[in-house]
């Protein structure tokens, strides 16, 4: 049959005595006329029109005229503009390529849903500009962010592209007016220049004069690469070495001159025969099914994430009896582990528990005091050129942690003494100039002085005050471990009005640069696959808005 079937069924091919069909003449089945068929229904068409009209008006798909284009269910210029932008939100918040508007399924998708089958996809330059302009307005939202805070503390890091491209990411993080911690991409930008001190450096102090935050940046994350520590010591800033990175370290030597070596390279071995094998993956399954455990796959670690060991132990010594059984049903090779290495292992595992103490015990077997020695002695040389001193006031400021029973009582009174210090800077730095042609006003109570300040009081009036605001805090009661301590400070702000834009200021600042290298999983994971053809610039726009957009609540 034609395309219309004979005209939506109203003709047939003539049916011989033998039962087949004449493909050459049709019979039209209102009057049983008969014609000639040479392929073509234009004639069927006419005899339509012509003896019953009443039929002729669905004789299958014809052209539309202009009248009925204008009609078919198109979409409102507004609606048009709406569907566009929504795209644009979409492939910067999500990091899609921009070619995706080329691609024919999304455009029959947005079809099917408007009902509109005459809409076609903005075109890739549009996209392009319509990211531009929004990255200008999501920047100057962030930029008005920052120009009502007083201190802004950053983490960076350089990164090299699977391209060999070199890349700085710069986040900035601070508590904004209502207690809430902001953090968010200032940069991923491209770098030609070698990553020495001084050009990393220069690249920070770029990022920070361009954001107008010079003034206002306390602190400077990074990792504990020399280049970094380096480029640190030339900048106005407080340095605050990555405490993940220090951690990362000090387990990785730790393991690397212990005891445990041997089983964790079987154990690499273990994991390593039910991934790269899905028939034995799915008999692992099952075997947890049988003994009604979790059905779980096993994971091999990240040399550098050290709870990715942990986690991967844990998978090992909850499925145990399959690790163990399945292999000796398939005469495998893979070695597997003794029960004095699986007891090894479960002391590892109890040594990387986070918050475990390294102090040695009488029970604990040699191999487990020598790691122990090695862990402690290793980060006590990393934490002396850490920065201390700041996390120590950030400790101390935190209402779940302000007795500050992880140090001695020597330290306690030199943290005490530096917040004492830092409260009589805030007032200095806050005390109007004398006028001299005005009378004194009276003295004031402690409490006043201590909510209000004293631009009027001597220096022992002072003392007194600030010694009093810090007694008022110390006498607080320490909060659950569990609660936000920005909560705290929410509710707890007008009581401690001085020592609030210090706290504000200490607890902002991150012990880990972990958020600049979520950057850079972002960027290295979809940019580089999917925006190839990208200039360096649109780069950070898309990167820098999925960053933005992802942090706005839906």
Same mark, same amino acid.
């Given at each position: ?246 951690? %990362? /370290?000090?387990?990785?030597?730790? $393991? ?6 041997? &089983? =964790?390279?079987? !154990?690499? +071995? ?110 006590? %040389? /990393?934490?002396?050129?850490?920065? $201390? ?6 400790? &101390? =400021?935190?209402? !779940?942690? +302000? ?152």
């Amino acid at each position: 049959m034609d395309e219309g079937g004979l005209l939506g069924g109203k003709f047939l091919f003539k049916k011989l005595p033998d039962g087949l069909l004449d493909k050459t003449r049709v019979r039209c089945t209102i009057c049983k006329a008969e014609f000639k068929y040479h392929r073509s229904s234009s004639s069927l068409a006419y005899h339509l029109r012509a003896k019953h009209p009443t039929e002729s008006t669905s004789t299958g798909p014809r052209q539309s005229t202009l009248q009925e284009y204008g009609a078919c269910g198109r979409i409102t210029k507004n609606v048009r503009e709406k569907v566009t932008n929504s795209l644009v939100v979409w492939i910067a918040k999500n990091c899609r390529p921009v070619s995706i508007v080329e691609d024919d399924g999304l455009r029959e998708v947005i079809r099917a849903a408007s009902g509109d089958e005459c809409y076609n996809l903005p075109s890739r330059g549009t996209i392009v500009s319509r990211l531009h302009t929004l990255y200008g307005d999501q920047r100057a939202q962030q930029s008005s962010k920052l120009v009502q805070v007083r201190n802004v503390a950053l983490t960076g890091d350089h990164w090299t592209s699977v391209n060999n491209d070199n890349y700085l990411g710069v986040m900035a993080h601070f508590i904004d007016n209502d207690w809430t911690m902001q953090s968010f991409a200032l940069t991923v930008s491209k770098t030609e220049e070698r990553h020495y001190a001084e050009a990393c450096a220069d690249h920070f102090l770029n990022v920070a004069n361009e954001w107008k935050i010079k003034e206002k940046v306390t602190t400077l994350g990074t990792d504990s690469a020399r280049n970094m520590v380096a480029a640190a010591r030339l900048l106005p800033f407080e340095h605050m070495p990555c405490m993940a990175h220090i951690l %990362q /370290r000090t387990v990785t030597v730790s $393991l690397n001159d212990s005891a445990f070596e041997r &089983a =964790l390279a079987k !154990r690499h +071995k273990i994991v390593g025969h039910f991934k790269q094998s899905p028939a034995n993956a799915q008999e692992l399954k099952a075997q947890q099914a049988a003994h009604g455990h979790q059905t779980e796959p096993l994971v091999q670690d990240v040399p550098t994430r050290w709870n990715s060991t942990l986690e991967m132990i844990k998978r090992i010594q909850r499925n145990k009896f399959g690790l163990t059984t399945i292999p000796t049903q398939q005469n495998s090779k893979v070695t597997m582990l003794t029960d004095q290495e699986l007891d090894r292992l479960q002391k590892l595992e109890e040594l990387l528990e986070p918050c475990r103490i390294m102090e040695p015990s009488d029970d604990d077997p040699v191999y487990v005091l020598r790691f122990k020695k090695i862990f402690t002695t290793d980060l006590a %040389q /990393r934490r002396d050129s850490s920065n $201390l001193t700041w996390l120590k006031i950030a400790t &101390a =400021l935190d209402p !779940r942690f +302000k007795d500050l029973k992880c140090l001695s009582k020597d330290e306690r009174r030199e943290v005490w003494a530096s917040v004492h210090d830092l409260l009589m800077s805030e007032t200095d730095a806050h005390q109007p100039s004398a006028q001299t042609t005005e009378e004194p006003s009276p003295k004031k109570s402690k409490m006043s002085i201590c909510l209000l300040g004293s631009p009027d009081s001597d220096t022992e009036e002072e003392e007194d005050a600030i010694d009093y605001c810090l007694n008022l805090y110390k006498a607080e009661p320490k909060i659950d471990i569990g609660e936000c301590p920005l909560q705290w400070w929410l509710k707890r702000e007008g009581a401690h009005a001085r020592l609030a834009p210090i706290a504000r200021k200490y607890l902002s600042t991150p012990a880990t640069t972990v958020p600049c290298e979520r950057l850079f999983s972002l960027s290295g994971h979809i940019i580089q696959k999917k925006h190839a053809s990208l200039s360096s610039d649109n780069v950070n726009r898309i990167v820098c808005l999925s960053n933005w957009l992802s942090a706005k609540k839906d």
